[in-house]
């Protein structure tokens, strides 16, 4: 099935926002009660498990990124990259670090750190991998495994200025407040696209967190709120 690329998803009318759901209650955005969640997960089912049908000149393939969650003292901050203007997929997007497994990684932890390493510089020394969230299909044909990790301060970033434009943080607590959560949907001749979508506002500057992105933050909201 081949699908349009969507080049401008704020511009996407804007369905719904999810006022009516509770935000994940301060407690359980601690390191320590991320710690317990992770280890043994209650009961839930992911809300969101790809983005549809994907392109039709594509083969799946794997892929991990790491959900790298800083430890400030105002609270735990996730820690997004902006991707470069010109690579081939998700070119501008805001998107976790990480990357296509390679051959040589040992299971899809390891390939979130190498890529995490890789794109932005940040020492896996400085990381502490809780656990896995359920694997999420990319419309670009992508199997990807999100590892949530909590993170040290004091690590120094180094991007790889050929895939990664920016880092930045956003408050997780922010992330995990349904209120700031839109549905938007985009409709083409052959059909219509829904996609989730967390627009962050800091320093005058709009990052439009959408797609698989905010997809799995979304899947992350179910498994805290479960």
């Given at each position: 099935m081949n699908r349009p690329r969507i080049v401008n998803p704020q511009l996407a009318p804007l369905v719904a926002v999810d006022e009516g759901l509770p935000p994940v209650p301060a407690e359980r955005l601690t390191a320590?009660?991320?710690?317990?969640?992770?280890?043994?997960?209650?009961?839930?089912?992911?809300?969101?498990?790809?983005?549809?049908?994907?392109?039709?000149?594509?083969?799946?393939?794997?892929?991990?990124?790491?959900?790298?969650?800083?430890?400030?003292?105002?609270?735990?901050?996730?820690?997004?990259?902006?991707?470069?203007?010109?690579?081939?997929?998700?070119?501008?997007?805001?998107?976790?670090?990480?990357?296509?497994?390679?051959?040589?990684?040992?299971?899809?932890?390891?390939?979130?750190?190498?890529?995490?390493?890789?794109?932005i510089g940040l020492d896996r020394a400085h990381i502490e991998v809780?656990?896995?969230?359920?694997?999420?299909?990319?419309?670009?044909?992508?199997?990807?495994?999100?590892?949530?990790?909590?993170?040290?301060?004091?690590?120094e970033l180094r991007l790889d200025s050929g895939e990664v434009a920016e880092a930045f943080e956003v408050p997780l607590s922010f992330l995990m407040t349904p209120a700031h959560h839109q549905h938007r949907r985009v409709a083409f001749d052959s059909g219509e696209r829904r996609f989730v979508a967390m627009p962050w506002q800091a320093e005058g500057r709009e990052y439009f967190i959408w797609g698989a992105t905010a997809a799995m933050l979304r899947n992350l909201y179910r498994l805290l709120s479960a």
């Open positions: 320590q009660s991320l710690r317990e969640r992770l280890s043994a997960p209650p009961p839930w089912e992911p809300e969101f498990r790809g983005d549809g049908a994907r392109f039709a000149d594509r083969a799946p393939a794997g892929a991990a990124v790491l959900v790298p969650l800083v430890q400030r003292a105002q609270g735990l901050q996730l820690l997004l990259t902006r991707r470069t203007d010109h690579l081939r997929d998700h070119a501008g997007q805001i998107s976790f670090p990480g990357g296509r497994v390679e051959p040589e990684d040992d299971g899809p932890v390891a390939t979130a750190l190498r890529e995490t390493e890789e794109e809780l656990g896995q969230l359920p694997v999420y299909s990319t419309v670009t044909a992508f199997q990807v495994t999100p590892v949530v990790g909590l993170v040290q301060p004091g690590f």
